[in-house]
């Protein structure tokens, strides 16, 4: 164990990755599926000979900058891991050009969920199982990272945690900085792998297969939405598996759930937590806007539907905000009737919102997250409260003001970067001859890492089984952009940052 410790990170990753094709290959020799078995069975010797090749290699190497190294490695995870993920997948499926293949893969691991399969029954049950598995490994990966590369250098939100333990709100899972990867495998992953395995059971006492189940869990904890059967669809644990799926996705809301230890604790305090709050008021706001407009227009039109009908459209809308917001992509089967209530030509375009809107800080949601959005929301409203008493001074303490002002610049400038990179992606993308609706949806998708949300717009030609290769290349390094956030790449290039 010593020895393997000693491993570079992303040959550690490559292992676990090669270790973890075996279990597509036990599930095909289960089906008789024996093309597959050997194949990913063959694979994961390959890789597993190639990663201890590598790691016995590299083992006393003497890294100078850690930081440095951990941030390159996150990188490079997210871009090469699913080159190594593709190679069975490729074999498996030869008419999938191993670039597709790749773009399939890098899907699943930055938990996008985006597919080339327009019908998920054009392939096995153990090529859905790898896809949800890659994606699993993803979220998992990204929690991980979060608390051991990315918080003790104030990146991919922490800078607006910082401004929150000096506003009085702590820390979500306490981890020193010294801390690396394999403690915080022991602070998140029992809570990951417990609450995926939690929900699988429940999918399945609620009358979902195994197979679906399993697949739909590990999809939820990841907010990957990949799935066997198009989704909720083709689900047959009906509304009690979405109202189970929907109560998980409040992780990918609030980290401070992560932790087994701190749970009891954490979950009391959570209706006060800032970005639970903000959740609320999306889920609650979104599907009441739609519920009353119909309502108005009944009224004028002497009109209306049953009271049935009414709330059905209303989990509808409110289990689909859900989903997209914090960036997983489910559609309730209901969505189509909350469309109809609402009687707007277009409401899926609130999905964008939500999609850049995003999750929580340090989970697996992607996007603007919910904290930056509240900080900005906290500086609008006390520059609102200027307007009409310029020379008020703010009720809040000293550490509050300070959340409102530096906390809102922060949120600010990655808010800017954000909207400039989907405006960047979107133009590359126009170039290439795809309609800039389709490539604003497109380059939403992949930085927010909602790779559903390109299928919402009303255009039955809206696939990424139609995209030129071209695309699926600007549409993959886009997703390795949204999953690692333009603020880190921007300090890995940055000399001054590591001076500092």
């Given amino acids: 164990m010593k020895l393997i410790?000693?491993?570079?990170?992303?040959?550690?990753?490559?292992?676990?990755?090669?270790?973890a094709m075996l279990v597509p290959a036990a599930h095909a020799a289960r089906q008789e599926d024996w093309l597959i078995a050997r194949v990913f069975f063959q694979y994961s010797l390959l890789i597993s000979a190639f990663s201890i090749l590598i790691g016995t290699a590299m083992m006393s190497r003497k890294i100078r900058n850690v930081p440095r190294a951990n941030l390159i490695t996150l990188i490079?995870?997210?871009?090469?891991?699913?080159?190594?993920?593709?190679?069975?997948?490729?074999?498996?499926?030869?008419?999938?050009?191993?670039?597709?293949?790749?773009?399939?893969?890098?899907?699943?691991?930055?938990?996008?969920?985006?597919?080339?399969?327009?019908?998920?029954?054009?392939?096995?049950?153990?090529l859905h199982l790898w896809r949800g598995l890659v994606g699993w490994l993803g979220g998992l990966f990204m929690l991980i990272a979060a608390v051991a590369i990315l918080e003790p250098q104030n990146l991919g939100g922490y800078e607006m945690r910082e401004t929150m333990v000096?506003?009085?709100?702590?820390?979500?899972?306490?981890?020193?900085?010294?801390?690396?990867?394999?403690?915080?495998?022991?602070?998140?992953?029992?809570?990951?792998?417990?609450?995926?395995?939690?929900l699988a059971l429940l999918l399945i006492f609620s009358g979902e297969r195994v197979f679906t189940a399993t697949i739909h869990a590990m999809s939820t904890l990841a907010t990957s939405?990949?799935?066997?059967?198009?989704?909720?669809?083709?689900?047959?644990?009906?509304?009690?598996?979405?109202?189970?799926?929907?109560?998980?996705?409040?992780?990918?809301?609030?980290?401070?759930?992560?932790?087994?230890?701190?749970?009891?604790?954490?979950?009391?305090?959570?209706?006060?937590?800032?970005?639970?709050?903000?959740?609320?008021?999306?889920?609650?706001?979104?599907?009441?806007?739609?519920?009353?407009?119909?309502?108005?227009?009944?009224?004028?039109?002497?009109?209306?539907?049953?009271?049935?009908?009414?709330?059905?459209?209303?989990?509808?809308?409110?289990?689909?905000?859900?989903?997209?917001?914090?960036?997983?992509?489910?559609?309730?089967?209901?969505?189509?009737?909350?469309?109809?209530?609402?009687?707007?030509?277009?409401?899926?375009?609130?999905?964008?919102?939500?999609?850049?809107?995003?999750?929580?800080?340090?989970?697996?949601?992607g996007g603007v997250k919910l904290l930056r959005i509240y900080s900005l929301f906290r500086h609008g409203q006390r520059e609102i409260e200027r307007l009409s008493h310029p020379h008020s001074i703010g009720r809040s303490g000293t550490s509050t003001r300070r959340f409102r002002r530096q906390g809102a610049e922060l949120a600010w400038v990655f808010l800017m970067l954000f909207v400039m990179s989907i405006g960047a992606v979107a133009l590359a993308l126009s170039f290439l001859g795809i309609h800039f609706e389709s490539a604003f949806a497109l380059a939403v998708a992949s930085l927010t890492n909602t790779g559903p949300i390109y299928m919402a717009l009303d255009d039955p030609a809206a696939h990424y089984a139609n995209l030129s290769d071209a695309a699926i290349a600007i549409i993959s390094a886009a997703m390795v952009l949204g999953r690692v956030e333009t603020l880190a790449l921007i300090a890995l290039l940055n000399p001054d940052y590591w001076r500092q």
């Fill in 5 to 19: 410790r000693q491993y570079p990170l992303f040959v550690l990753l490559m292992m676990i990755g090669a270790v």
């Fill in 166 to 198: 000096a506003a009085g709100q702590g820390r979500s899972i306490h981890v020193e900085n010294e801390v690396r990867l394999l403690k915080a495998l022991g602070v998140v992953g029992p809570a990951y792998l417990l609450f995926t395995a939690l």
């Fill in 225 to 365: 939405a990949i799935s066997p059967v198009s989704g909720m669809d083709g689900a047959q644990a009906g509304l009690a598996g979405e109202m189970l799926i929907a109560l998980f996705l409040v992780l990918a809301v609030s980290s401070k759930l992560m932790n087994l230890s701190r749970f009891p604790q954490v979950a009391l305090r959570l209706p006060k937590d800032p970005e639970f709050q903000l959740m609320l008021i999306v889920v609650i706001g979104a599907p009441l806007f739609l519920f009353a407009r119909h309502w108005l227009a009944a009224i004028e039109v002497d009109a209306g539907q049953n009271i049935i009908a009414g709330l059905g459209a209303m989990w509808g809308a409110a289990f689909t905000t859900l989903s997209f917001l914090t960036t997983t992509g489910f559609e309730s089967v209901q969505w189509d009737a909350a469309q109809n209530w609402s009687g707007l030509k277009a409401p899926g375009i609130m999905l964008f919102g939500l999609a850049v809107m995003g999750g929580g800080v340090a989970t697996t949601a």
């Fill in 76 to 126: 490079l995870a997210f871009a090469l891991l699913p080159v190594f993920f593709a190679l069975p997948f490729a074999e498996v499926l030869p008419a999938l050009s191993f670039e597709r293949a790749y773009f399939e893969m890098l899907s699943s691991f930055t938990t996008t969920g985006a597919t080339l399969f327009d019908d998920p029954f054009r392939i096995s049950e153990s």
